[in-house]
């Protein structure tokens, strides 16, 4: 049985969490304004929100009841 | 791999891509120029050719002075202050002089600068860097990490976001059942 999570959704949401990562980062003062990393988090959490979609580690157990009740 | 697991993992990988990011030390004033300042409401005292990190309240007046290794006649020198962002905005010029063809016929300037920063930039480092570059070869260059004291209201927002956007994440990449 295959299960997948919803990976646009998620390429749209990591986008943005890394983007606000990175600004809190900045915000805070964890890193400079000019750091690299604020470019970087954004594709970082876009990357990482598709391959998580993909492999959904999360509820398995509770889609697997529903399609086995 | 339990979810906590996978949770330290991703903070792990997040806090490896933040520390390799980061960037090296700026450098002083450099060149033979000299450059001071006094922030009036601290006390505190800045030599720019030894200081690359001030924090500093975000108002108040600073007493600078600065100067040029050249004789001071007329002549067509140019310089400008940047401050750096990230890739792909790059530096952007908040100062300039001479580039209009204007000349100077001083090698040493002083004053009394008083500034009002909005609270929305409190606690952002912003490295801010500048030259001046005289006809006579002499090119001095230098930088210094600005923070302004206290916290941006931005920056709890942005927090807030922060959570919502990993909580929407989190529910995206929750399984749901495809094919057989």
Redesign the interface.
């Known amino acids: 049985m295959k299960y997948r999570g919803r990976p646009v959704l998620a390429a749209i949401c990591g986008f943005f969490s890394g983007l606000f990562v990175g600004l809190d980062l900045v915000f805070f003062g964890a890193i400079q304004l000019d750091n690299i990393a604020v470019t970087i988090l954004p594709i970082v959490g876009l990357i990482a929100g598709v391959l998580l979609a993909l492999w959904a580690p999360l509820g398995r157990a509770r889609a697997a009841g529903k399609s086995n009740p | 791999?339990t979810?906590v697991s996978?949770c330290a993992c991703?903070f792990l990988?997040?806090g490896l891509?933040?520390v390799a990011?980061?960037?090296p030390a700026a450098a002083a004033l450099t060149g033979g120029c000299s450059a001071s300042g006094t922030q009036l409401q601290t006390g505190k005292s800045y030599n720019a050719v030894t200081t690359n990190f001030a924090k500093i309240p975000r108002a108040g007046d600073v007493k600078w002075q600065g100067a040029v290794p050249v004789p001071a006649t007329k002549r067509p020198a140019v310089g400008e202050v940047q401050?750096?962002?990230?890739?792909?905005v790059g530096d952007v010029e908040i100062g300039h002089w001479g580039k209009d063809g204007k000349q100077t016929g001083s090698n040493a300037n002083r004053g009394t600068y008083h500034y009002d920063f909005p609270s929305l930039i409190a606690?952002?480092?912003?490295?801010v860097h500048g030259r001046d570059k005289e006809p006579s070869g002499v090119l001095c260059q230098g930088s210094v990490?600005v923070?302004v004291e206290g916290?941006?209201p931005?920056?709890w927002a942005?927090?807030v976001?922060?959570v919502i956007?990993?909580l929407?994440?989190?529910l995206?990449?929750?399984?749901?059942?495809?094919?057989?």
């Open positions: 791999m979810w996978k991703s990988v997040s891509v933040v990011a980061a960037a401050v750096k962002f990230p890739f792909p606690g952002v480092k912003a490295l990490v923070q916290t941006s931005l920056a942005s927090l976001l922060t956007l990993v929407n994440l989190s995206t990449i929750r399984a749901r059942k495809v094919g057989k």
